[in-house]
Each structure stands twice: as structure tokens, then as C-alpha cells.
């Protein structure tokens, strides 16, 4: 493997696709630039990344790389800053806003560290973008650290006065044709729902669990929820026991997880 200083170079590469803005951050030359990415991809025998048009794309060996480089400078800076005698980094988590409102508080009150909160999860610790996630698990986990942390039922949200707040519990038949506020698509819980749900309707879509409770409380529809949202005045939660819960993950990376990332995710599990 190369130098780590030409690690830094494709790191900063690989974060902006842009040889121009790279090597003006770097201070090189852009042939020079150009030779070092260049002669890394020949040491590894694949093309890190390809142009498609104007625009520049990370192969999966490039993607991995980066993963790579990320991963090494957070050791190198690490043990600098113990050799001085400095205080840790900042420790970066990533989770989604529901997590982080309605799961995560006790363990955030706990940890004594610095902390820096971003919205994420897996791939975000999967990038290096983050020391530690929580989240949903993705498909391909093959390069992170998962342990379980809860399973979370899924809820029907409806006025007092609906004709569906009579039953207790809920099928998933009688959710047909519903005017249901759910997330954009592509998100995870809008492909549940598409994939579990009889037809509905989409009433509105809303990012986070805030925004969804705002819009039913407009009355702009109803709407399938995580249990641990709290239920607004005038509703009712019916649970849905065919619906399948949501099992939050908590993720470190596999190659390198910083020690402080592990007393966090102690005090997650253990909250």
C-alpha cells in the first residue's frame, strides 16, 4: 500500500470527484494529482474510479478505498493525539430523527465524551463518515459491527372518531384503501408499507415522525408509526400486529471502532 500521505490525496479526491478542487486543497499540481491516483490504481490492480459523461463515479474498489482511508487517518490522528497527550476527537454519531428523539436520549445523557450529532446510520459508519450508528440495518452488512438494540412495533394512527378507533387491534385488511401519510419513496418504512399494506392512498408525504404527526393532527390523513411516537390529542394508536417491526441496529465498523465508540454503544444497548 502507498504512502499515507497519498491515502490523504485520494481521500480528498474521492470526497469531492473533483481534480480541480482536490488538488487546490491538497496544494499540487493536477497532473500531479492525476499521477498519484493514477499509480495507486496501478498498485492495486483496479480502476478507482470512471467517468460517465462530465461527471466522475467512485468504482466499488474506489468506494472501498475510501472506507480504507478514512478508517487509517482516524488511527493515525488517534494515536498522535495520545502521544501528545490531547484530548479525543469528537465522537460521531448517526441516526435517524425518530431515534434520536424517542430512543437514544438516556444513553446521550450518559456519555460523558464529546459528541458530534449527524442524521445517518449504516452508511454512514460504513463510509467513515461516522465512529457508530443507529438505525435500521441495511441489506449488505458485510463491513459493519451489528448488534441488536430494539424491536419496535408499527401502530395505526387514526381520530377518536374513526370508524376503525372501535377495534383494539387491527388487520391489515381493514387498512385498505386508507389516505395515509408516508415517507417519500424509496425511504425504508414506505417500502414496508408498499410491500406489507393492501392498497392505499397517499394523502401527503413527510420525512421524520414529527412532520407525519403534524400532518395527520391537520387531518391530511392517517398514518402507520412507530409505537414509541407519542399519540396526539383527539387519536388513538391501534397496534397492528401483522405488520412487522422495526428492528434498530446499532453499527461500528468492523475494521477500526475508536474505543469511546464502544462506551457509547455500551450505554445504547444497555438503556
Given at each position: 500500500m502507498?504512502?499515507?500521505?497519498?491515502l490523504?490525496s485520494?481521500?480528498i479526491?474521492?470526497?469531492t470527484?473533483n481534480?480541480?478542487h482536490a488538488?487546490?486543497?491538497?496544494h499540487?499540481?493536477?497532473?500531479a494529482?492525476?499521477?498519484?491516483i493514477r499509480?495507486?490504481?496501478?498498485?492495486?490492480?483496479?480502476?478507482l474510479y470512471?467517468?460517465?459523461g462530465?461527471?466522475l463515479h467512485?468504482?466499488?474498489?474506489?468506494?472501498k478505498?475510501?472506507v480504507f482511508?478514512?478508517?487509517?487517518?482516524a488511527?493515525v490522528?488517534d494515536f498522535q493525539r495520545?502521544?501528545r497527550?490531547?484530548?479525543?476527537q469528537?465522537?460521531?454519531?448517526?441516526?435517524?430523527?425518530g431515534?434520536?428523539?424517542?430512543?437514544?436520549?438516556p444513553?446521550?445523557?450518559?456519555y460523558?465524551?464529546?459528541l458530534?450529532l449527524r442524521?445517518?446510520?449504516?452508511?454512514s459508519?460504513?463510509?467513515g463518515?461516522?465512529?457508530?450508528?443507529v438505525?435500521?440495518?441495511?441489506?449488505?452488512?458485510?463491513e459493519l459491527?451489528v448488534q441488536?438494540f430494539?424491536e419496535?412495533?408499527?401502530v395505526?394512527l387514526?381520530?377518536?372518531?374513526h370508524?376503525l378507533?372501535?377495534?383494539?387491534r387491527l388487520?391489515?385488511?381493514?387498512?385498505r384503501?386508507?389516505?395515509?401519510?408516508v415517507?417519500?419513496?424509496?425511504?425504508p418504512?414506505?417500502?414496508?408499507?408498499?410491500?406489507c399494506l393492501?392498497p392505499?392512498?397517499v394523502a401527503?408525504?413527510?420525512?421524520g415522525?414529527?412532520?407525519?404527526?403534524?400532518f395527520v393532527?391537520l387531518?391530511?390523513?392517517?398514518?402507520v408509526?412507530?409505537?414509541f411516537?407519542?399519540v396526539p390529542?383527539?387519536?388513538?394508536?391501534?397496534?397492528?400486529?401483522?405488520?412487522?417491526a422495526?428492528?434498530y441496529?446499532?453499527f461500528?465498523?468492523k475494521?477500526?471502532a475508536r474505543?469511546q465508540?464502544r462506551?457509547?454503544?455500551?450505554?445504547?444497548?444497555?438503556?
Amino acid at each position: 500500500m502507498n504512502s499515507l500521505e497519498t491515502l490523504r490525496s485520494f481521500r480528498i479526491f474521492a470526497e469531492t470527484l473533483n481534480f480541480t478542487h482536490a488538488a487546490e486543497e491538497l496544494h499540487l499540481s493536477q497532473p500531479a494529482l492525476h499521477t498519484k491516483i493514477r499509480e495507486l490504481a496501478r498498485s492495486l490492480g483496479q480502476p478507482l474510479y470512471l467517468k460517465q459523461g462530465r461527471q466522475l463515479h467512485l468504482t466499488e474498489a474506489g468506494q472501498k478505498l475510501l472506507v480504507f482511508a478514512r478508517e487509517m487517518e482516524a488511527r493515525v490522528q488517534d494515536f498522535q493525539r495520545q502521544l501528545r497527550g490531547e484530548s479525543e476527537q469528537p465522537l460521531r454519531l448517526a441516526s435517524g430523527q425518530g431515534a434520536y428523539r424517542y430512543l437514544l436520549g438516556p444513553a446521550l445523557k450518559a456519555y460523558r465524551g464529546q459528541l458530534e450529532l449527524r442524521l445517518g446510520g449504516a452508511e454512514s459508519v460504513r463510509s467513515g463518515l461516522a465512529h457508530l450508528g443507529v438505525g435500521v440495518a441495511p441489506a449488505d452488512i458485510s463491513e459493519l459491527e451489528v448488534q441488536p438494540f430494539r424491536e419496535v412495533g408499527q401502530v395505526l394512527l387514526i381520530p377518536k372518531q374513526h370508524p376503525l378507533a372501535r377495534k383494539r387491534r387491527l388487520r391489515l385488511r381493514d387498512c385498505r384503501d386508507l389516505q395515509l401519510v408516508v415517507p417519500p419513496p424509496g425511504r425504508p418504512q414506505r417500502l414496508r408499507l408498499e410491500e406489507c399494506l393492501p392498497p392505499f392512498q397517499v394523502a401527503a408525504e413527510a420525512e421524520g415522525w414529527e412532520l407525519t404527526l403534524y400532518f395527520v393532527v391537520l387531518g391530511l390523513g392517517v398514518a402507520v408509526v412507530n409505537s414509541f411516537c407519542p399519540v396526539p390529542k383527539g387519536f388513538v394508536a391501534r397496534e397492528l400486529d401483522e405488520l412487522p417491526a422495526v428492528s434498530y441496529q446499532v453499527f461500528l465498523p468492523k475494521a477500526y471502532a475508536r474505543p469511546q465508540a464502544r462506551q457509547l454503544a455500551r450505554l445504547i444497548l444497555n438503556s
